[in-house]
């Protein structure tokens, strides 16, 4: 079963810029979570999204969107970038599951690599 | 605010040490636990989970934690650790019911010498 995966591995850009992010989930999850695993600050929930909803968003500035598209595929968009969004984006993707409470298994993807300069 | 702490930042052990790593959380209502590892060069896995039932939960690899609702916490434990063991290993928390976002503590790095 091929996992989660995203594209691209690394980016480049400068300040002001603006950077697309792609995942790919699981065959079959419906869920797609985007997290920024930043030096120093931890991994940090960014948004969720399920059947092309987004039902949560994390406390990050509104130039941090994205959108699921019907094959349950995610982008991530970035825009105005700044220094401090240097990261690792990770994504991860997992089936919704009655009953359990949102204890559902998040599966992550290896992440894009974000610098700018 | 919700929010998850892990104590050890960074443990070195030797190969047949026991392991414990800590971890509290602060939140507002009922959770789901869950311990990540993330192996050089690999993905951020699962490790095991806690969301109902026996508060002693089993997972891959050896390892198991242990839920005490009294005091917050959902410590990592392996009797005895392996060079492979050597990872980052990441507390979360999800509110149950509720948004399904983690919260992750800051990570434990752990170095285990053959």
């Known amino acids: 079963e091929a996992g989660v995966t995203q594209s691209p591995t690394h980016l480049i850009k400068t300040r002001g810029q603006q950077v697309t992010l792609r995942c790919s989930p699981i065959?079959?999850?419906?869920?797609v979570y985007w997290y920024q695993q930043a030096l120093g600050l931890g991994l940090q929930f960014l948004l969720w999204y399920d059947e092309g909803e987004e039902r949560n968003r994390g406390n990050f500035p509104p130039r941090f969107s994205g959108r699921q598209f019907p094959n349950y595929s995610s982008e991530l968009n970035v825009n105005a970038l700044e220094l401090e969004d240097s990261a690792l984006y990770l994504c991860?993707?997992?089936?919704?599951?009655?009953?359990?409470?949102?204890?559902?298994?998040?599966?992550f993807g290896p992440g894009t690599r974000l610098l700018v300069l | 605010a919700q929010s998850v702490s892990q104590h050890n930042h960074h443990v070195i052990l030797s190969e047949a040490a026991s392991l414990e790593l800590g971890c509290n959380y602060s939140y507002g209502g009922t959770v789901n636990l869950f311990w990540y590892v993330q192996y050089p060069g690999q993905h951020l896995q699962l490790l095991l989970k806690?969301?109902?039932?026996?508060?002693l939960v089993k997972g891959i690899k050896g390892f198991e934690a242990e839920f005490i609702k009294s005091k917050f916490s959902f410590n990592l434990r392996k009797p005895s650790v392996q060079w492979s063991d050597t990872a980052e290993y990441f507390c979360?928390?999800?509110?149950?019911?509720?948004?399904?976002?983690?919260?992750f503590g800051q990570g434990t790095r752990l170095t285990i010498n053959p």
């Open positions: 991860a993707s997992s089936l919704r599951t009655a009953g359990t409470g949102g204890a559902e298994t998040q599966y």
């Open positions: 979360a928390v999800n509110l149950k019911w509720g948004a399904q976002k983690l919260v």
């Open positions: 806690y969301f109902s039932g026996d508060p």
């Open positions: 065959s079959g999850h419906t869920s």
